[in-house]
């Protein structure tokens, strides 16, 4: 066995306990992975269901854009450029994008790193782990490339925005059209948005890798506008995840007819 | 005995705030080889507890300020008691020193066109002390702790000088122990500077943290130099009077400077009743008046809460014995009515944090309540005001622990530019002393030997005192007998209680061992306490008039006759004597520019 | 409104030691600090802790209360229940000296490999000219008062003694960020970031913003901008090519101070 490491490291006080913590230290990673997990196990479901996605003219934000032939008619608002080959659901190709936005998301990183992967459970709280090498090593360097994923990211939100406008059509293709529906992509379009451009990579390449602000004034306001977004990360980052679920799933409830979109006009 | 750890240096500075760091970096840069010893870790020193500013004329807010108004400034605010060379030093190379700590990485608070910005403090015709917030002591501690890091100056933390050595009248040595191990140290070399800070533990409430023992003080009165205007404290009329456990910690002056205004508790502007003579002509007499200054001050005069210290000292210690205090104590400092919280969160950043989590006081919706604290002792080491060194040759001083600069009362903001000033000028003379002298002394075996049975000396005795509570009945004496207001039989019954105590040290006795132990630490600092506070009550027994930071209830005014005095305290065997000596003359040039 | 406190505190040095059960009477409005000294006056006249300014100032006071790393003078009694046991420790991160001192040096030593402060030139009038805006960046890391409590938090460190030889820790990244957002610095720091201080190591988990009793940003302000522009230097895709292409060696190295290499 390998010498003791971490606060049992010979030279530290010889304090038994892990954590003399005495607050309810475990509440946030218990929740964060309860919450987390079952994103996950929803949303693999309903990627790889591959029906009741859409829902003239609501297009579920999981298959945005639906761009395979085997996207159900009215849906491709994009075409279906990709073709046939692709084996898996539309939504499958498509989630990948968001997925690398929210994995390599910094706020993410602490709560799977702390929820997940115990590294820490909370602060001041002894990891399980022997060995810790943090990012510096493959596969975890990767999350380097997290504003590459935003700029992809960046765009998506322009397409949900495109579907959130799409959505005041009527299914039969008239403008002036309005339902409950409506009002929850757009929501759903704002807060994935303000998710995307509250980032840090954001506000860095907004302004933040300045070194005169003075310099670029204009620069300078949006960086502190993204900043005041930043703060709320977060509370974003909580948000956009639980809507855009709870978006999917109210329209594959009407996708499935079981229940019906209410129209304002 | 064991061998003992050696050093040797060129230049060892004794103490790392602002005036150590500055003299071991100014030693460095002049080609000295140079050690630096602190009690504490690099960068803990009370420097960081000054708030204001660093007062320097570098007319970057006023175009009218200029060193002579600087110099005039602090010699009147000193009583003019001040050595007027080390006043005009002080004042003309400021504004240089503010702009070596740019050089260094400082990032002071800026103008609007871009330079350095400076504010209004007590007794400083301009606004002139340049910023960061509330926290610029940690600002300049930490430029110069980083300078000193990249020069690669070898530290001493946590080690204490127990001892000065001297050979024939010159400085050998110094001689400490690791606080860390208890185990013994020696460092030899031919320039030693001083830079202790102050006494200010010997007071009961203090603003000071528990290093200000006076060992610098102590030191130097023990090597042979001797102490001048020891008789001025100054009691900073603002520091915390609640909770108990945080009372005399320090309320920044900036908050008056910043326009704050101190009430009694009939919710009176009482400032305007204690304006005195000297000062009438320049001190606004009217509520409104003293308002406008803040925007206009080439039209209107002062407000009298911007009085030097001790005058507003002594005002709220009479409001309070007159009745007029506040529920704790104290009277109320008043910025929630008078300005934005914006503005008192951005300017004021620290004390909005101290009050809100100390106090439970959130001082932008409600009054502080605020008394007088010991502050800062005017007296120290005397020296000569270009090169910092004291009587005994090889000995510098520099900083709080040097005399003459600030004469019966300092200014508040000419604590940091002195640190830095002076610092810097012993630092390089402390270096050209020890280049002159060419080889290193030596220190021998038995002197060590001495030094260290001095030191060890609490552990032999059992069933002795408790070195913690012969400092509460220490800090008692000062604080009630030689506190803010003096009176002869006061001070002639804390020199005898002074003299009890002197007796009771003797039989000090510490529990544990030598490893970290902070009874035994106490039990050799409170050797110094005590000689310098009985340096204190002499000095101010002797003084027979009431003039800055000293004042005798019996003796209220202040005497021409002793303006023209300087008190030195020497040591004569075990006793403290006392000297009058005549105050350095002021040259005609300068002396015109008091018409 | 005193009571009687219950206290249990760390006595011990590197060989060994245990949590001491003490009663302490204390007043309303007291801190931590106030017990432990009433301790030292009245029944272990030799127990370690460090402290200076009492005010939350100088940061030497840093120790874990319950099990959380606070500074000892700022955590009131208040925000305990009356019946509450206190339990004090010395940090855990770092070897323990005696009680509730521990040996801090690892961060001195980290202190001497940041490369210092390199200004461009003065310009002739001899005042450098900064605007607020830009010295804002800088002061909010300035106000860092060196307890080493995001030191002593972080598990990189805390739980990996190994990790010390190459992590500078949250405090230093503070200190990098400063410098590259000095509106006056001349050097590019960026790679020994990357490769010196370590900053990869760091998975953002925030405990040291947490712990901060200054309140700094220390993860949002300093460590993620600094990873970013770690990205701008090395991870990105188009300067790496042009790099590759051009076989330009990037922009001048930082100097480490000399002698310090260690």
Redesign the interface.
């Known amino acids: 066995m390998a010498a003791p ?3 049992k ?7 038994a ?1 892990r ?5 309810r230290w475990w509440l946030y990673p218990t929740f964060t992975a309860l919450v987390l997990l079952a994103f996950v196990v929803y949303a693999t479901y309903r990627a790889f269901s591959g029906q009741h996605y859409f829902a003239e003219p609501y297009l579920t934000p999981f298959y945005s854009p639906c761009v395979t032939t085997e996207c159900v008619e009215g849906s491709a608002h994009l075409g279906t450029w990709v073709g046939d080959w692709w084996p898996f659901s539309p939504a499958v190709l498509i989630l990948v994008i968001p997925l690398s936005l929210r994995l390599t998301c ?1 706020y993410y ?2 709560a799977y ?2 929820s997940f992967w115990m ?2 459970p909370a ?2 709280v ?2 399980p ?1 022997r ?6 090593r493959f596969p ?2 990767l999350q ?5 994923a935003l700029y992809i990211a960046l765009a998506y939100n322009v397409l949900l925005t495109y579907d959130a406008v799409m959505s005041f059509k009527s299914p039969e293709g008239e403008w002036g059209h309005m339902g409950l529906g409506s009002l929850i992509l757009v929501v759903n379009a704002v807060l994935l948005a303000l998710y995307s451009l509250s980032c ?2 954001c ?2 390449i907004i302004g ?2 300045l ?4 310099k670029h004034p204009v620069r ?1 306001r949006l960086w502190g506008g993204v900043s005041v977004l ?2 709320r990360h977060a509370q974003l980052a909580w948000a956009s995840l639980v809507w855009v679920a709870f978006t999917d799933f109210y329209i594959w409830m009407v996708a499935s007819g079981t229940w019906s979109d209410p129209r304002f006009f | 005995m064991a061998e003992i750890e050696r050093h040797s240096f060129d230049v060892l500075v004794v103490g790392a705030g602002g005036a150590g760091l500055r003299a071991a970096i100014a030693a460095h840069d002049a080609g000295a080889k140079v050690g630096i010893v602190c009690k504490s870790l690099l960068g803990k020193a009370h420097t960081v507890m000054a708030e204001g500013g660093i007062a320097a004329a570098m007319a970057n807010v006023w175009k009218e300020d200029n060193w002579q108004v600087h110099f005039r400034d602090t010699m009147r605010g000193g009583k003019m008691l001040n050595h007027w060379r080390m006043a005009q030093l002080h004042a003309q190379e400021a504004p240089d020193r503010v702009r070596e700590l740019e050089e260094w990485g400082a990032l002071f608070d800026r103008t609007p066109d871009g330079l350095i910005s400076q504010r209004d403090f007590g007794g400083h015709r301009y606004a002139r002390l340049a910023h960061v917030g509330d926290r610029t002591g940690l600002e300049l501690i930490r430029t110069l702790q980083q300078r000193a890091v990249a020069l690669g100056i070898e530290v001493f933390m946590e080690c204490t000088v127990t001892k000065l050595l001297t050979s024939d009248g010159r400085i050998s040595g110094a001689f400490g122990y690791w606080r860390e191990s208890g185990r013994f140290v020696a460092f030899e070399a031919p320039s030693v500077v001083l830079a202790t800070g102050g006494i200010g533990k010997s007071y009961k409430v203090t603003s000071n943290s528990w290093e200000y023992t006076g060992d610098g003080h102590a030191l130097a009165l023990e090597a042979g130099a001797s102490l001048v205007n020891m008789e001025f404290v100054q009691f900073h009329p603002t520091g915390m009077v609640w909770p108990p456990s945080v009372k005399g910690i320090l309320v920044t002056e900036s908050v008056r400077g910043d326009g704050g205004v101190l009430r009694n508790s009939e919710g009176r502007r009482f400032m305007f009743d204690y304006i005195p003579e000297f000062f009438k002509a320049e001190t606004a007499d009217s509520e409104e008046e003293a308002d406008r200054w803040y925007e206009d001050k080439t039209n209107n005069r002062r407000p009298p809460e911007l009085l030097p210290r001790d005058e507003v000292a002594r005002a709220i210690n009479a409001e309070v014995k007159a009745g007029r205090g506040s529920p704790h104590g104290g009277v109320f400092l008043d910025i929630a009515s008078r300005r934005t919280p914006e503005y008192i969160r951005r300017r004021l950043p620290s004390m909005y944090h101290q009050f809100k989590e100390l106090a439970d006081v959130d001082i932008t919706a409600e009054p502080m309540e605020v008394g007088p604290t010991c502050h800062y002792v005017m007296g120290g080491v005397a020296v000569d005001p270009d090169t910092g060194e004291s009587a005994v040759q090889g000995l510098y001083a520099a900083g709080e622990v040097a005399g003459g600069m600030h004469g019966a009362n300092r200014l508040g903001g000419n604590s940091l530019s002195d640190l830095l000033v002076f610092g810097r000028r012993t630092g390089l003379n402390a270096a050209y002393a020890a280049a002159r002298r060419g080889q290193r002394p030596e220190i021998t075996d038995e002197e060590i030997r001495t030094a260290s049975e001095h030191a060890v000396a609490p552990f032999g005795i059992e069933g002795g005192e408790n070195p913690y509570t012969v400092q509460h009945d220490l800090q008692e004496v000062m604080h009630n007998l030689v506190g803010i207001i003096r009176t002869a039989d006061e001070m002639e019954r804390a020199l005898s209680d002074l003299a009890g105590l002197r007796e009771r040290i003797t039989r000090l006795s510490v529990e544990g061992h030598r490893q970290y132990n902070p009874g035994w630490h106490l039990a050799l600092d409170l050797r110094n306490m005590l000689r310098v506070s009985e340096c204190i009550a002499r000095a101010a027994l002797e003084r027979t008039e009431s003039r800055g930071g000293h004042t005798r209830n019996d003796y209220p005014a202040t005497d021409d006759a002793w303006g023209r005095l300087n008190l030195h305290c020497r040591l004569d065997g075990e006793s403290v004597d006392i000297a009058r000596e005549p105050l350095p003359q002021m040259p005609d040039d300068l002396r015109e520019l008091f018409n | 409104m005193g009571y009687d406190l219950q206290m249990k505190v ?1 006595r ?1 040095d ?1 060989t ?2 245990e ?1 001491v059960d003490y009663t302490v009477p204390v007043e309303e409005g007291e801190v931590v600090l106030d017990a432990l000294h009433r301790i030292q006056a009245t029944q272990s006249g030799d127990l370690a802790v460090r402290w200076n300014c009492k005010a939350g100032k100088c940061g030497s006071c840093s120790t ?1 209360i ?4 606070r500074l000892a003078c700022m955590t009131r009694l208040s925000t305990f229940e009356e019946g509450e046991t206190v ?1 004090v ?2 940090l ?5 000296v005696r009680d509730l001192v ?2 801090v040096s690892y961060n001195y030593k980290v202190a001497e490999t940041v490369p210092p402060f390199a200004p461009e030139p003065r310009p002739a009038d001899g005042q450098y000219r900064m ?1 607020q ?2 010295v804002e960046r800088g002061q909010e890391f300035r106000k860092c008062i060196e307890c080493f409590l995001c030191q ?2 972080c ?2 460190i ?6 010390k030889q190459s992590f500078s820790g949250p405090r230093f990244f503070l200190r990098y960020a400063e410098l ?4 006056l ?1 001349t050097n590019d720091r960026r790679e020994l970031a990357r490769e010196q201080a ?1 900053i ?8 040291c913003t ?2 901060c009793p200054e309140g700094i940003h220390i993860t ?1 302000n300093a460590i ?2 600094m ?6 230097r ?2 990105d ?1 188009v300067t790496w090519l042009g790099r590759k292409i051009f076989r330009r060696d990037q922009l001048p190295e930082a100097q480490v101070p000399q002698g310090r290499s260690e």
Request: proline share 7%; glycine share 10%; net charge neutral.
């Open positions: 490491t971490g606060i490291s010979p030279t530290r006080a010889r304090i306990a954590t003399l913590r005495t607050d910094y990183r602490k790193y702390r590294s820490p602060c001041a002894g990891e782990h060995r810790y090498t943090g990012e510096t975890l360097i380097n490339i997290h504003r590459y840090h990579s506000r860095h933040g890798r070194r005169n602000f003075s300078y930043n703060g | 760390w011990g590197a060994g030691g949590l874990e319950n099990g959380r790393p339990t420790t010395p855990r991160t770092f070897p323990v521990t040996d605007q805006v830009d002593d938090v598990h990189v805390r739980d990996h003694e190994e990790n590259e957002m000095h509106p610095d370590g990869g190591m760091c998975n953002i988990t925030k405990c947490e712990v949002d993620i901008p990873k970013e522009r770690v990205v701008d090395s991870f895709p």
